[in-house]
């Protein structure tokens, strides 16, 4: 059985040691709307080739696990309906009974890593959700940030969450959060969340040289990389925590938990927001392919 099917022009830039950026695919299928959502996957893509990178979006289809996707392969995922939110849980099952799925951080780092690639570009990682301490809602990603060794550019973790919670759980795990060019742990739509980056560098070498020396010291897990979106496109996180807070109590009133429940605060903040809030999400996913995609070329020259 072959596991991963690789793209072509993917497995040329990995079999000549060149840079590669991991893409997570739920943001075509859970994050956007059509047609936003083909449109940022392919200009997120381009973004990661202007910066001298080969992108490799992730998903499984129709069984198989895909390490890089046609055009023709995108536009399908991202008119699909139904298609399921993977992560390290129902990665396996997914392919085992022929089914078509997005991944999430945590099933994107595991394909991934099994395939070779060091670094992946995503918009922010899942956490802690308000409330865990009764309902235990914590994201896979942070676990799979300790034991998976793929450096994660992101813009912090999402708003929505429990930020506080979420940095302390990933102080526990071990994982180094690392803010890019601030020293304010970023808030997704917003710069700063008010909260210190337990670590802070501003260049690409130094998070490479980083990267290669824990798998040098063979420690497992990957590191978060903090990059605060781009000043022009942020949403101040003022105006956003009472639209934060409108969405969360419309969640609790209409019961939507679990995997249902980052697709619909998102949803609502978009409507409330009168869709700024996906201006910002486009923004702050391309700022991040840009600044992963400079981190894996210097990866692959030390």
Do not use: Y
């Not at 994660?152 to 973790?157: E, H, I, L, T, Y």
């Not at 409108?246 to 009133?253: G, I, L, P, V």
């Not at 996906?278 to 991040?288: G, P, W």
């Amino acid at each position: 059985m072959t596991l991963l099917h690789i793209a072509p022009d993917v497995a040329r830039a990995l079999d000549a040691g060149a840079p590669v950026v991991a893409l997570e695919s739920t943001i075509i299928t859970h994050g956007m709307p059509w047609p936003q959502n083909i449109e940022t996957a392919r200009t997120v893509e381009r973004t990661v080739r202007d910066a001298g990178a080969t992108p490799a979006t992730i998903a499984v289809l129709e069984g198989q696990l895909h390490i890089g996707l046609t055009g023709a392969q995108l536009t399908a995922l991202a008119q699909a309906r139904g298609t399921a939110k993977l992560s390290r849980a129902d990665l396996a099952a997914c392919m085992a009974s022929g089914g078509t799925g997005a991944t999430t951080v945590a099933a994107t780092m595991i394909a991934a890593a099994r395939a070779g690639i060091d670094v992946f570009a995503t918009g922010g990682i899942g956490g802690v959700h308000p409330g865990a301490e009764d309902t235990f809602d914590i994201s896979a990603d942070l676990h799979e940030l300790a034991q998976t060794r793929v450096s994660v550019v992101s813009a912090g973790a999402k708003a929505i969450l429990d930020l506080p919670k979420t940095l302390e759980v990933l102080e526990t795990l071990g994982v180094p959060v690392i803010a890019c060019g601030q020293d304010d742990f970023p808030a997704f739509w917003s710069r700063r969340s008010g909260l210190p980056a337990p670590l802070r560098m501003d260049d690409p070498a130094t998070i490479a040289r980083a990267h290669r020396l824990r798998a040098a010291l063979d420690l497992p897990g990957g590191q978060l990389i903090a990059n605060p979106i781009p000043s022009e496109a942020e949403i101040p996180l003022e105006t956003l925590m009472p639209l934060i807070d409108r969405a969360q109590s419309d969640a609790r009133a209409q019961g939507i938990t679990g995997k249902a429940l980052t697709p619909f605060l998102l949803q609502r903040i978009f409507d409330l927001t009168d869709g700024r809030s996906l201006r910002a999400n486009i923004a702050l996913v391309c700022n991040n392919a840009a600044l992963a995609a400079r981190i894996a070329a210097a990866i692959c020259a030390t």
